[in-house]
């Protein structure tokens, strides 16, 4: 038995239907030597500071900058029930591998690999890697399943990511919060966008307009009568 674990309720039924597991149970389906079910999305999170020590509930400047030296994950408030359907399906005797289906990209292969750490699994997985949902490129992309080594850097990249996020969020909020006595929202890519749809409403209310002038020029060859 393999289990396929998809990103999204809707992708992981249009891939059960494509490997003819028809039968439903809450949170999975299953049939013809597949186990298939979805992560809705991030269903595994980093702590929150004060989760690495108390006195980070307090927003202090000399508490700056906050950098754990070991990264805690914990299960999502939100989707505690699905993660727990994940891991009994990981868990199950039958089960002997895994697929990770979900989204062909970075995000898609942190939100599996999370999931699968938590869940302390350690069965051998292969990747689907697609680009389309049609039928046919599911069925093709479950006959040429990949190693999952190939997607190794990928991961890492992604939680490379996910780690660099947390450090710029957390203590740029937290210092422009407390230099400013208000709470300042700060992101690694949500304040350069900010500044530069600022700048550009700048530049546009400043627009100050100006004579426009053209050049015409007659050849002196031309027929003038």
Avoid at 89 to 107: F, H, I, P, Q, W
């Amino acid at each position: 038995m393999k289990l396929v674990l998809a990103e999204k309720p809707s992708v992981a039924h249009s891939i059960a239907k494509v490997l003819e597991a028809n039968e439903r149970f809450d949170g999975y389906l299953e049939g013809n030597g597949y186990v298939v079910s979805w992560c809705v999305g991030h269903l595994v999170e980093l702590f929150e500071p004060d989760g690495y020590d108390e006195k980070y509930s307090k927003w202090n400047y000399d508490d700056l900058p906050i950098v754990p030296e070991e990264w805690k994950y914990r299960v999502s408030a939100g989707t505690r029930k699905q993660f727990g359907v994940l891991r009994q399906l990981m868990k199950r005797n039958d089960v002997e591998s895994l697929a990770c289906a979900t989204d062909a990209g970075r995000e898609g292969e942190l939100i599996f690999r999370l999931v699968y750490h938590q869940c302390c699994c350690k069965k051998p997985f292969e990747r689907l890697w697609i680009s389309s949902m049609e039928d046919s490129a599911i069925r093709e992309g479950f006959a040429n399943l990949k190693p999952s080594t190939e997607y190794d850097a990928l991961y890492e990249a992604a939680l490379s990511r996910e780690r660099a996020d947390w450090i710029v969020g957390i203590n740029a909020t937290r210092l422009f919060s407390v230099l400013y006595g208000q709470t300042l929202n700060v992101g690694r890519v949500m304040t350069p966008t900010l500044g530069m749809a600022v700048m550009r409403e700048a530049a546009i209310s400043a627009f100050k307009s100006e004579p426009f002038y053209t050049v015409q020029l007659i050849s002196p060859f031309s027929d003038q009568s």
